[in-house]
């Protein structure tokens, strides 16, 4: 079950990558950059996106689900989300699935094309066969989804309701335990599953769109629909990513004895210039996540107080992709106060530092001295992938190869095989083993093109 959700996780990147191009058009449309029609043109194109998350994630997830990210699935996926809602809002027409629709079919669309992509029926029947069996049985089972929604989505819905408003009515207590969470479930891959609640779910906000009633779902829909009082769970990632991480990276540089600080201050630069300016902070978490677990814990206590001060000053900030410069800049003039977000990310950093450097004085973590590479590889892409393949035990110790945006997901016939040393000489941050069949090995945003390659080479693909 763990490595399942695991792979929901990861397959839910793949919907989430989409959003910063809707976020960018709506920001476009906004009226002040440009106007009349090409405003509304962006403005129209981006909503067309957010106002089909749904079927996004239908897609998206059945895809990242699917063997080989097999394009079938990813129709299969579509077809279950249109039909289980047709027939849901058949029976009833006030239900609001929202994207849970989306998750639930693309994970039995990903789910159906693994176990029937290479089906054989009877001869008479042949031409139905194989791939092309998955859509018609996604649909089936759309139909029964649909029907059992239709008549028993309510009770979920009015649990999700209640949920909802008592997250909300904690004020920023339960944004002080969302984003403490957030952090603490990066280890496990499981952040984007409860970012998905919170961010695509959490809250509705009613707009009128082109003369018709539309409800926006989640804070970060919210946001971007116009809701000024969106963006309560995503506001304060700008005070960590922009300045809280920064300043723990110099705390672990100074932290670093001499022999190794040249190869520390080469390595945490360039990581914490990428928190800063893009939010993906996954590079720099996993230089001490493990070698110091309790420094990563206080990272995760002060997200937390980061995203309940932010609510505190009624700062609302959403964003596209990560909450980096890039962002900032973007839905700067959609936010709400988000000057404020630079004197808060300021004693942010000054307390990240100050804890951060006393806390590892105490821990004396070796964070660089045996476990960090210079992350120097070969420019052949041959090169590079025999060497993966050789660390993860061999060509036939390899069973599937996946990656998300920042991370190598391998299933392994046995992940005790594995080179641990050999990861981190070809540039890795970290290694995750959450059980002896599958392996999360941290590379940051070269992550893809490194299991590209190593399919191509095996010849996945």
Known sequence: MFNFLQRIGKALMTPIAVLPVAALLLRLGFGDIFDGVTANIMKTAGE???GNLDLLFGIGIAYGLAKNNDGTAALSGALGVLVAKAVYLGIDENLKMGVFVGIIMGVIAGLLYNRFYDIKLPEFLGFFGGKRFVPIVTTICAIIIGMLAGYFWHF???GIDVFSHAIIGLDAIGTFIYGTLNRLLIPLGLHHILNSVFWFQLGDYTYTKDGVVTI????????????KSAGVYMSGFYVVMMFGLPAM????????????RKRAGAILAGVAFTSFLTGITEPLEFLFIFAAPVLFV?????TGLALA????????A???FSAGLIDYVINYKLAQNPLLILPLGAGFALLYFVLSYVLLGYLKPQLFSDNVSDNSQSNSKNSNAIAFIEALGGRENIVETNACITRLRMTLKDSSRIDNAAFMALGASGVIKPDNKSIQIVLGTKAEKIAEEIRNYLGEK
């Open 249 to 260: 990276a110099l705390a672990i540089y100074l932290r670093t004895t001499q022999e190794y």
């Open 318 to 320: 959403g964003f596209g």
């Open 216 to 227: 926006a779902n989640g804070d970060l829909h919210r946001f971007f629909a116009g809701d």
């Open 156 to 158: 979920a819905q009015g």
């Open 309 to 316: 001060s932010a609510q505190l000053l009624d700062i609302h």
């Open 298 to 302: 206080l990272h995760a206590l002060l």
């Open 48 to 50: 067309s996106i957010f």
